[in-house]
């Protein structure tokens, strides 16, 4: 049963028998307590009444020593002077004297009134039950030469300090119990207010199970607790979710987009060439345009597929200690096909750089780089491409003095399918440098780029050295 409650009512009714558990508890130890204490007060009462009125006692031998007003009694030859503040009945103890037949002299005592005989022993505190109620009993023996058989007798009836325990007990069984309840129901507030952002959790995830509509949000108010911090953690979750859902829609539509392109000049060019028979001339220079298209094609497909690859299944591309010098170093060699236009290339590589890298996507960025540099340069003009520590970075810089980028482009150039220029959209993707920051970020590298337009523009990649 417990196993298909809600938290809340399981916090809740743990919270709630607990509480009943304690309140049961203390009512039990508050009776018990209160009682003992109770019994303890009446007995010490019960003697030091008792206690008081005996020096109260004053034996004279003849009553002209008596004082006006003065109660006495007459006992064997001599006489028993009784003090004013002799307490006969106070906070409910009852005392009384006795002659030695055991008879009452003096006081009050409602077990003589009754005829019960309890029989007197000194300095002890007895029990007695009358009518189910219990009595106890004090006595001193105040004999004394010629006054012999004189006893003091105190009694209580437990039932005038159960009044005050039993005050005390029926303000527990009210106080309790109340204070219970209004716990109960302050915890159940606070349980029902703290997990509101899960239940707000459910209900977002439910909904956009069913809609499929991922810009949907909890709202998170701004509280701080763990329940809190859930809804926070999900929120951003389906920011990530959203906004990666959000660039692989954008990634098909620009790749079905620039696909399109060639596909359509194929289409039309074959098209056409099919029509009628043509000269061998054409059907080169129509094959020569198809083969342009058909290039572009593989490049676009390769490079998608190099960035899906790297985007679904990192783990593909292990990093380690990876020697950046020897790996920069044959990267630029393996570019010895490149048109270049004229252009020199400067390359200064420091050293026994290391970092933890792949070496396929390390070299794959610095082509890249370099390729841009080329194609963007300007002719007879020049590259420089440098490696160098410091400060516990390694730092890639492939500069050109080529067309440069407008500062409005500077951040786009990184998107993917973005080129600044459209009048040179034939001579690429615009998928290298989006290719580039996914290596630079799979590395936790930093890019940077300073550009001028018409002066060049430098790139700069720095790593973390081991
Ligand atoms: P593309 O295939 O068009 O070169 P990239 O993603 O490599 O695609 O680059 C995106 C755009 O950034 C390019 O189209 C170009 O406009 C600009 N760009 C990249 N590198 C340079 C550079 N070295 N100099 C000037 N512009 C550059």
Redesign the pocket.
């Known amino acids: 049963m417990l196993k298909n409650m809600t938290i809340r009512n399981k916090i809740t009714l743990w919270f709630s028998l607990s509480l009943i558990l304690l309140v049961l508890v203390t009512y039990f130890i508050v009776s018990y307590v209160s009682k003992n204490v109770m019994i303890k007060n009446l007995q010490d009462n019960l003697v030091e009444t008792v206690l008081h009125n005996m020096r109260g006692l004053e034996f004279i031998d003849s009553e002209d020593n008596l004082q006006i007003g003065q109660t006495s009694l007459a006992y064997n030859d001599g006489f028993i002077v009784i003090d004013e503040d002799f307490l006969d009945i106070v906070n409910g103890v009852y005392t009384a004297l006795y002659n030695q037949d055991n008879k009452m002299i003096y006081g009050e005592d409602p077990i003589a009134k009754q005829s019960f005989v309890v029989d007197f022993t000194n300095d002890q505190i007895k029990e007695l039950s009358i009518d189910g109620t219990k009595h106890y009993i004090y006595d001193i023996d105040v004999s004394e030469t010629g006054y012999e058989g004189l006893w003091m007798r105190g009694i209580v009836p437990e039932t005038s300090g159960l009044v005050y325990a039993g005050d005390i007990r029926s303000t527990a069984m009210i106080v309790l119990p109340l204070m219970a309840i209004l716990s109960i129901i302050g915890g159940y507030i606070i349980v029902n207010r703290s997990l509101k952002p899960i239940k707000d959790v459910t209900n977002a995830a439910s909904s956009i199970e069913a809609s499929g509509d991922l810009r949907q949000r909890v709202d998170v108010g701004n509280g701080k607790d763990e329940a809190h911090e859930l809804a926070y953690t999900f929120n951003s979750m389906l920011n990530r979710l959203e906004d990666s859902f959000e660039r692989q829609k954008q990634f098909t539509s620009d790749a079905s987009h620039e696909l399109r392109t060639p596909t359509s000049v194929i289409l039309a060019q074959s098209d056409f060439y099919l029509e009628e028979e043509r000269s061998t001339e054409e059907y080169v220079k129509a094959l020569t345009v198809i083969n342009r298209q058909g290039q572009k094609m593989k490049e676009l497909i390769n490079s998608m597929l190099d960035i899906s690859r790297l985007e679904i299944k990192p783990e593909n591309y292990v990093k380690e200690k990876l020697n950046l010098s020897n790996t920069v170093g044959e990267a630029v060699q393996g570019l010895d096909k490149i048109d270049h236009d004229g252009i020199t290339l400067d390359v200064s590589i420091g050293n026994s750089i290391y970092i933890e890298g792949n070496k396929e996507l390390i070299s794959r960025l610095v082509i890249?780089l370099l390729t841009?540099?080329y194609?963007?340069?300007k002719t007879n003009g020049n590259i420089w491409l440098n490696l160098t520590h410091s400060q516990g970075r390694a730092i890639l810089s492939v500069k050109?003095d080529?067309?440069?980028?407008a500062n409005s482009?500077k951040n786009k150039?990184f998107r993917r399918f973005?080129?600044?220029?459209s009048s040179?959209r034939n001579?690429?993707?615009?998928?290298?440098?989006?290719m580039v920051k996914e290596i630079a970020d799979y590395h936790n590298a930093i890019i940077k780029v300073e550009?001028k337009l018409g002066e060049g523009?430098e790139?700069i990649v720095s790593f973390k050295l081991i």
């Open positions: 890249n841009n540099a194609k963007y340069g050109d080529g067309i440069g980028i482009d150039i973005y080129q600044a220029d040179r001579t690429g993707t615009g998928l290298g440098l989006s550009s523009s790139f």
